[in-house]
Nanobody, 120 residues
Framework: QVQLVESGGGLVQAGGSLRLSCAAS????????MGWFRQTPGKEREFVAA????????NYIDSVKGRFTISRDNAKNTVYLQMNSLKPEDTAVYYC?????????????WGQGTLVTVSE
């Protein structure tokens, strides 16, 4: 069982920045992948970014490329999402998730979410 606790959400004006954190209850160096997803009311949860493998390979949804950066600090068992140049359409509840092994079919463990609100 992996427990995840997100923090760092809040209200920010368009063009501003926020950094989300996700602290894991186990060593992040033992996890295959950690990711960030987001969801707005009435919409399906969507993938935002992920970091995987020992090399820390990253990938992003097109709408956040060049603005968001995912990173991992294994010494702190924490993954971050640095969000710059925020837009109102980035408003959502952001969830951290982990995929323990490369053979796992999906992200199996999820945090409780943190709300990000971007005003005009």
């Amino acid at each position: 069982q992996v427990q995840l606790v997100e923090s760092g959400g809040g209200l920010v004006q368009a063009g501003g920045s926020l950094r989300l954190s996700c602290a894991a209850s186990i060593r992040t160096s033992s996890l295959w992948a950690m990711g960030w997803f987001r969801q707005t009311p009435g919409k399906e949860r969507e993938f935002v970014a992920a970091i995987r493998g020992s090399a820390g390979t990253t990938n992003y949804i097109d709408s956040v490329k060049g603005r968001f950066t995912i990173s991992r600090d294994n010494a702190k068992n924490t993954v971050y999402l640095q969000m710059n140049s925020l837009k109102p359409e980035d408003t959502a509840v952001y969830y951290c998730a982990v995929r323990v092994a490369p053979t796992d079919p999906q992200f199996a463990y999820w945090g409780q979410g943190t709300l990000v609100t971007v005003s005009e």
